[in-house]
């Protein structure tokens, strides 16, 4: 495990905030986008302390590492959530103990036409990939195609859901909706209710040739994974990750 400091703190949400850490020695680990690393802390649970560890994706991108050295983690207040609540009260200049990186759910650069899909706030692995993506210009390759689906109580739910809309104005092989499941009204994308086989043939056409990364809950993945499978996408094609 190494020691990070808080070196930025960026509110995203109302409940989720990303907070941008530098090694206190040495440089950050090499690491892919989509792994995540794995937090720790002594917590007061019950009136005794706990060394308690979590797991968070790393939503920022590799790309940093030669010049400024740092990675973002992007975490979601929990109601009640040991972990999201004791990081809510840290402050620039305190310090968090890491280890990674960890997890196969990656993207390699030589994925051609990918569907990102998330449950909820699960956007984090996306961001960094995502930006990987555009930073590398790996988008202009020819078959490169990238699409971002959220599914969503409400807007506010949504992180990063205004930096992917600017990312579609500049990249044309970049296509981004969202459904919320609970508000009535979604003019910016026109899709309201859960993700189902409908919207996703509607979506993405050419359901069969696509590799699909979906994150959630796991009761969104096996929803998911369900109607991916029925619509005829080989099971290897689907990399799942648990929230
Ligand atoms: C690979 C991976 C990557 C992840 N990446 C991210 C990320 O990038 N960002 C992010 O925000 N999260 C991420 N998560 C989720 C994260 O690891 C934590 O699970 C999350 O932050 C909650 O941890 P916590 O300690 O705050 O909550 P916990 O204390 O673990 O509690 C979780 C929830 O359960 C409820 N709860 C706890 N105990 C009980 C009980 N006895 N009865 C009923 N309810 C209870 C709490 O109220 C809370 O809402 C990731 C998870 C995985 C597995």
Do not use: W
Request: net charge positive; aromatic share 10%; glycine share 6%.
């Amino acid at each position: 495990m190494a020691e990070y400091k808080i070196i930025k703190i960026i509110k995203e949400t109302k409940d989720t905030k990303t907070f941008r850490l530098k090694p206190v020695k040495g440089k950050v680990f090499d690491f892919k986008p989509g792994h995540f690393v794995v937090l720790s802390a002594e917590l007061m649970v019950n009136g005794s302390p706990q060394h308690i560890k979590r797991a968070y994706s790393i939503s920022s991108t590799p790309n940093n590492r030669s010049d400024n050295e740092y990675l973002d983690l992007t975490i979601k207040e929990l109601p009640n959530g040991l972990m999201s609540k004791h990081v809510m009260t840290l402050k620039v200049g305190n310090t968090m103990g890491i280890a990674g990186p960890y997890g196969n759910f990656v993207y390699e650069d030589t994925m051609k036409d990918v569907v990102f899909i998330s449950g909820g706030y699960a956007q984090m692995p996306f961001h960094s990939m995502i930006n990987y993506i555009f930073e590398n210009k790996l988008d202009v390759k020819p078959g490169v195609k990238i699409t971002k689906i959220i599914s969503a109580r409400t807007p506010e739910d949504v992180v990063f859901k205004d930096k992917f809309i600017e990312l579609t104005k500049t990249h044309k092989n970049f296509r981004f909706f969202i459904t919320y499941t609970r508000v009535d009204k979604n003019p910016e994308f026109g899709l309201i209710g859960r993700l189902n086989a409908e919207k996703l043939k509607k979506i993405l056409k050419d359901v069969k040739k696509k590799n699909y990364f979906a994150c959630g809950s796991s009761d969104f993945l096996d929803a998911i994974k369900k109607i991916i499978i029925e619509l005829g996408v080989d099971a290897k094609k689907i990399k799942t990750q648990g929230y």
